[in-house]
T-cell receptor, first 115, second 116 residues
Framework: AQSVTQLGSHVSVSEGALVLLRCNYS??????LFWYVQYPNQGLQLLLK??????LVKGINGFEAEFKKSETSFHLTKPSAHMSDAAEYFC?????????????FGKGTKLSVIP | GAGVSQSPSNKVTEKGKDVELRCDPI?????LYWYRQSLGQGLEFLIY????????KSGLPSDRFSAERTGGSVSTLTIQRTQQEDSAVYLC??????????????FGPGTRLTVL
């Protein structure tokens, strides 16, 4: 069984500061990994994903994440926070390879950006 | 093009009543998923449809929950005899296909269900 742990249900950063949202997974084999963002009263939007290849993946809105197999981590970062980044962020996994489809989500991290 | 749409956006019902939630996937997407987002449990997988294959119902929490997908397109999630613990946001997603090389799931805005 897979699981996802997001450290910190709430994170506050100042505008212009580094954003770091942590995600660790538990899986017998490296899964596919995702970060989704949810703005208030909206659905989930995919920020970025790791399936195969380069372990540093870049996504939309200046976000990036690095898959570290040895640490079973997939932390999300952005060099400089913007007010529009305030939202809830979810890390998710699905088993790699054929037949995978069900996403397992972390509990989410609500990001606040302080002017 | 249009994204995934869900209706109603909000539903308030009384305990014991049945409710139906609707999902219109993106045209051409053969895979459709339902998830539930609640304060206590976070985001949970409920059910998955892929083409004409039998659905994966492994995430449905009880036999009060059922879903169908007619004509390989629109899906309806039905909750019978609603309970207060059913209060949550129900999210629908669709993708070009299921499994194999991962196909991105596109999410709808959700239906917020409140059971009084």
């Amino acid at each position: 069984a897979q699981s996802v742990t997001q450290l910190g249900s709430h994170v506050s950063v100042s505008e212009g500061a580094l954003v770091l949202l942590r995600c660790n997974y538990s899986s017998s084999v490296p899964p596919y990994l995702f970060w989704y963002v949810q703005y208030p009263n909206q659905g989930l939007q995919l920020l970025l994903k790791y399936t195969t290849g380069a372990t540093l993946v870049k996504g939309i809105n200046g976000f990036e994440a690095e898959f570290k197999k040895s640490e079973t981590s997939f932390h999300l970062t952005k060099p400089s926070a913007h007010m529009s980044d305030a939202a809830e962020y979810f890390c998710a996994v699905t088993p790699s390879g054929a037949g995978s489809y069900q996403l397992t989500f972390g509990k989410g991290t609500k990001l606040s950006v302080i002017p | 093009g249009a994204g995934v749409s869900q209706s109603p956006s909000n539903k308030v019902t009384e305990k014991g009543k049945d409710v139906e939630l609707r999902c219109d996937p993106i045209s051409g997407h053969t895979a459709l998923y339902w998830y539930r987002q609640s304060l206590g449990q976070g985001l949970e997988f409920l059910i998955y449809f892929q083409g004409n294959s039998a659905p994966d119902k492994s995430g449905l929490p009880s036999d009060r929950f059922s879903a169908e997908r007619t004509g390989g397109s629109v899906s309806t999630l039905t909750i019978q005899r609603t309970q207060q613990e059913d209060s949550a946001v129900y999210l629908c997603a669709s993708s070009l296909g299921g499994g194999g090389n991962y196909n991105e799931q596109f999410f709808g805005p959700g239906t917020r269900l409140t059971v009084l």
